[in-house]
């Protein structure tokens, strides 16, 4: 008579009879279990799959799916590509691979490394997937190393002022007894309500500083954070500051600022309340980088 096919741990085979299914009565029960958890795994699997891709396309990125393990449904690696022609800057090339391991308690690690010194966008596209992975609900945490990326309190806490900043502006302007308050009308107004965010958490910001422009004149920026050494630019999107007009100035503010030794960090922050910006993502990933020295980092909320 047919012996039971279940496994044990130890690499023995049962050595009750079989029924029908192939199994004896004591690991029937158990490989259904088996069976129906493979199957949840599996399609858990797919489903951070296809939000990676989903993630990666709506942000014009080429996207290939590597290493897919279909044995226990628990990892898998993309690489990622993007060729951009940024005005000013010629062709920039992003490409990198990205690992992500689900672990059976519902956490996601995830791990980005560069390839070659295609770094282009790399880190936003990165930050993006993940935050749209939170966004769905397709994970209980997760645990992200960014290879070779330092961790930068600084851009983190302004990255929460400015997804905060809406919000914000909106609560300020419910004020008891429709008392007087601050309306967000133009860049000014942003400007103002930004540098009392920043109070709380710089000491040494100078509004409206000088810093010498390549011409030899000079140029003033919206905030400086002396000690940090960056340099914050603050737009507001209108009817007549779209797409293609902020991305042209943000490329004279990067050509102006890189070789600045009061700037190591250049951040600029475009308030669309409005959502005139038909690609903020797009603009985010093509801006952001390097340039010689001079980290670039742009923000663009809501959106």
Known sequence: ??????????????????????????????????????????IYLNKIIESVKKSCRKR??????????????????????????????????????FEYNLRSNGTISATSSVLGNNSHGVTTLFDNILDDLKHNKLAKSLNDKKIPIKKD???????????????SAIQLGKRYSNR?????????????????????????????DAVSSRAGGNSRVDFLLNDEKIIIEVKMASE??????????????????????KCEHLICFVYDPNFFIKNPYGLESDLSGNRDKMKVSIFIYPK
Not at 72 to 80: A, G, K, S, T
Not at 153 to 167: D, P, V, Y
Not at 182 to 203: G, M, N, P, R, T
């Open 1 to 42: 008579m047919e012996k039971c096919k279940y496994t044990k741990l130890n690499g023995e085979s049962c050595k009750n009879n079989a029924k029908e299914n192939g199994f004896c009565h004591l690991h029937q029960e158990k490989n259904i279990v088996i069976k129906e958890n493979k199957n949840k795994d599996k």
């Open 240 to 261: 007549n500051l779209k797409d293609k007009k902020i991305g042209e100035q943000l490329i004279i503010d990067i050509e102006r600022y890189k070789n600045q030794n």
């Open 180 to 208: 007087e308050t601050l309306k967000i009308k133009d860049e000014y107004d942003v400007q103002d309500l930004l540098h009392a965010f920043l109070k709380l958490f710089f000491s040494d910001i100078r509004a409206e």
């Open 60 to 97: 014009g990125w080429n996207i290939s799916i590597e290493n897919v393990d279909n044995l226990e449904y628990r990892q898998f690696v993309v690489q990622v590509s993007k060729t951009i022609y940024v005005s000013g800057w010629g062709t920039k090339m992003g490409q990198a691979e």
């Open 153 to 167: 309190e600084n851009l983190e806490l302004l990255a929460t002022i400015f997804k905060k900043f809406h919000s």
